[in-house]
C-alpha cells in the first residue's frame, strides 16, 4: 500500500520540482512567487494522492457511478414501462430517506433482463432485473432488495472495491480533472469500465452480509414488513441452481443458505416484534405488475 | 399496465390458490401453501410473539406447511396441528432427508420448475459475464433513466398512500464470529 502511494507523490513531486526550477532559472534573482506556487502545487497533488485512497468526492462518487450505469444499461436496456419504473423509484427514494444519505440523486431501473440479479453503483444508482421482480410477491420484498443495494451505495462497496484495483494514477487524474463533457473523459472510461468488470467478480463476501443486516433495518424503518428481504432470499433457494439465469448472481454472492442463517442470527432476539405489523403492500404491488 | 406483460408465476398462481381454497387468508399470501422444513431445532409456539406459549419443540428437518406469514413468523400446519414458528428456522422445498411424495409436492417441484426451468445459454446473453467485461456505454438509456428520478416529496406522497410510516431503529451489528 505504501509503495503504491509513494510512487505517483514522488513522480508528481519531481515533476513539480523540475518545472519551477525552469522559470526560476530564467530570473536572476529567484522569484518567491513561483516557489509559492510551485509549493501550493505540491500540496495539491498530495491532497489528491490522499483523497485517492481516502474520501472522494460526491461529485466524482457521482460521475463514476453514471458511467458504470451506462455500461449496465449497455448490457440491458431499461424495461419499456413507466409505471413499473415510476413505481421501484417511488420506493427505492423512499427507503433511501431513511438513511444517511438522503441527498443524493437516487435512481432506480427495472433492467429489461430475465437473469435473476440486482446491482448498485456509486452515486445512488440501483438497478434490478424483470428476472427478479417476477419472482418477487409484494412490495415489502421489493423494498427489502433495493434496500440491500441502497446499503451497498451508503457504505461505497463498489468505489472500494474499485480503489482497490485502479491504478493510483488512474484515480488521480480522473479526480483532479473538472467535471466536463463526461462521453469524452478518458479516465472516466477506463474507471467506469475497471468498476462494471466488478459485476462480474463481485464485491468482498463481508460487504453483502452487512448490505443484508443494513437492508432489513432500512426496509423497518421505511415502515415496510422487515422480513421482505429474506423472504426473496427463501424463494430464491425454491429455484433450481442450475438455471443460468442465477449463475451470476449465486457466483458473486454469498451462499443463499449463510446469508438466511446470518440474517436469523441479527433479527432474532425479538428485536423486531415491534415492526411486526407493518405492510408488506401486496395489493399495491399486484396492481403495477398487473397480478390480478 | 396489461397484465401479459408480467404475467403470474406459476408459483404464485398455485400458493395463491390453494391458501385460497383452504380459506387462509392470516397475515402475508406469501410461500403460502408452500412445504417447508426447519433447518434448526425450532419451538412451535401458540402465537406469533417470542414469549408466547410452546406447544412443542420441532427439531430440525421436520417438515411443515406454511399456512400465512406474519412479520419474522411462518402460521404452519405440522402433524395435523397449527401453530407459529420462526420464519428463518425454515426453509422452502422438500427436507433433504426423507423427501415425502404426497401429491402436492409433486405438483409442487413441477409447478416450481415449470416457469423457471433451466435452460441452456447460447449467444451472449444480456448481463453476461462476458458483457460486464468488454462493457459498452448506452448513454441514451443513462439519460432515460434521469428522468424517472422522483423527488423527496413524491416518495413522501407514494408512502402515505401506502400507510407507511417512519420509524427509528439503528444498523445492527456485525454478528461474533
Redesign the interface.
Same mark, same amino acid.
Given at each position: 500500500m505504501k509503495t503504491r502511494i509513494a510512487i505517483p507523490l514522488a513522480i508528481a513531486t519531481a515533476t513539480l520540482l523540475c518545472a519551477c526550477a525552469l522559470p526560476a532559472a530564467a530570473f536572476d534573482f529567484g522569484n518567491l512567487d513561483d516557489i509559492k506556487g510551485a509549493l501550493k502545487k505540491v500540496e495539491k497533488v498530495g491532497q489528491q494522492v490522499k483523497t485517492a485512497t481516502g474520501d472522494i468526492p460526491q461529485s466524482k462518487e457521482i460521475e463514476m457511478g453514471?458511467?458504470i450505469?451506462?455500461?449496465?444499461?449497455?448490457?440491458? *436496456?431499461?424495461v419499456n =414501462?413507466a409505471? @413499473?419504473? /415510476?413505481y421501484v423509484? +417511488? @420506493?427505492? %427514494?423512499?427507503l433511501a430517506? #431513511?438513511t444517511e444519505r *438522503?441527498d443524493l440523486?437516487? #435512481?432506480?431501473?427495472v433492467?429489461?433482463? +430475465?437473469?435473476v440479479?440486482a446491482f448498485a453503483a456509486p452515486g445512488g444508482?440501483v438497478f434490478i432485473?424483470k428476472g427478479l421482480l417476477?419472482?418477487m410477491? =409484494?412490495?415489502?420484498?421489493l423494498a427489502g432488495v433495493l434496500a440491500h443495494e441502497i446499503s451497498h451505495v451508503l457504505r461505497k462497496h463498489h468505489l472500494k472495491a474499485i480503489k482497490k484495483g485502479a491504478r493510483t494514477e488512474l484515480m488521480v487524474e480522473f479526480l483532479s480533472e473538472a467535471t466536463k463533457d463526461k462521453?469524452s473523459n478518458a479516465n472516466l472510461?477506463k474507471l467506469?469500465?475497471a468498476g462494471?468488470?466488478l459485476?462480474?467478480r463481485g464485491l468482498d463476501k463481508e460487504d453483502e452480509?452487512?448490505a443484508d443486516?443494513?437492508g @432489513? @433495518?432500512i426496509a423497518? %424503518?421505511?415502515?415496510?414488513? *422487515?422480513?421482505g428481504l *429474506?423472504?426473496v432470499l427463501?424463494?430464491l433457494?425454491? $429455484? =433450481?441452481p /442450475?438455471?443460468? /439465469?442465477l449463475a451470476?448472481m449465486f457466483k458473486t454472492h454469498p451462499a443463499l443458505?449463510d446469508r438466511? =442463517?446470518?440474517?436469523?442470527?441479527?433479527?432474532?432476539?425479538?428485536?423486531? +416484534?415491534r415492526?411486526?405489523? #407493518?405492510?408488506? $403492500?401486496?395489493a %399495491?404491488f399486484d396492481s403495477?405488475?398487473?397480478? /390480478? | 399496465m396489461k397484465s401479459q406483460a408480467w404475467g403470474k408465476s406459476p408459483l404464485r398462481a398455485l400458493a395463491a390458490s390453494l391458501a385460497l381454497a383452504c380459506g387462509l387468508l392470516i397475515g402475508g399470501m406469501a410461500h403460502a401453501g408452500e412445504t417447508a422444513y426447519t433447518v434448526r431445532p425450532t419451538d412451535l409456539k401458540s402465537r406469533y410473539y417470542t414469549d408466547a406459549q410452546t406447544l412443542r419443540s420441532l427439531p430440525t428437518n421436520t417438515r411443515v406447511e406454511i399456512l400465512g406469514r406474519r412479520g419474522g413468523w411462518n402460521h404452519i400446519k405440522v402433524e395435523g396441528k397449527t401453530g407459529w414458528v420462526k420464519m428463518l428456522s425454515l426453509r422452502l422445498g422438500q427436507a433433504p432427508q426423507g423427501r415425502g411424495d404426497n401429491g402436492f409436492s409433486t405438483l409442487f417441484n413441477v409447478a416450481a420448475t415449470g416457469g423457471t426451468g433451466s435452460t441452456s445459454t447460447t449467444g451472449v446473453r444480456g448481463l453476461s459475464e462476458e458483457k460486464l467485461n468488454n462493457p459498452h456505454p448506452n448513454p441514451q438509456q443513462l439519460a432515460k433513466m434521469h428522468t424517472l428520478e422522483v423527488s423527496k416529496a413524491q416518495a413522501e406522497r407514494f408512502a402515505q398512500a401506502g400507510h407507511l410510516k417512519p420509524e427509528h431503529m439503528d444498523y445492527l451489528p456485525a454478528p461474533a464470529k
Open positions: 453514471g458511467g450505469a451506462s455500461n449496465l444499461l449497455g448490457a440491458a *436496456p431499461l =414501462n409505471a @413499473v419504473q /415510476k423509484n +417511488d @420506493v427505492g %427514494r423512499w430517506m #431513511q *438522503p440523486p437516487w #435512481q432506480f431501473g433492467l429489461d433482463d +430475465d437473469d440479479n444508482y432485473t417476477m419472482h410477491h =409484494n412490495e415489502a420484498e462521453g472510461v467506469a469500465n462494471t468488470q459485476y462480474a452480509f452487512e443486516r443494513m @432489513v @433495518v423497518a %424503518r421505511a415502515g415496510y414488513d *422487515p422480513y *429474506p423472504a427463501q424463494t433457494e425454491t $429455484l =433450481n /442450475k438455471d443460468s /439465469k451470476l443458505q438466511l =442463517n446470518l440474517l436469523s442470527q441479527e433479527m432474532g432476539g425479538g428485536r423486531f +416484534d415492526f411486526q405489523d #407493518q405492510p408488506d $403492500l401486496t %399495491r403495477v405488475m398487473g397480478i /390480478k | -
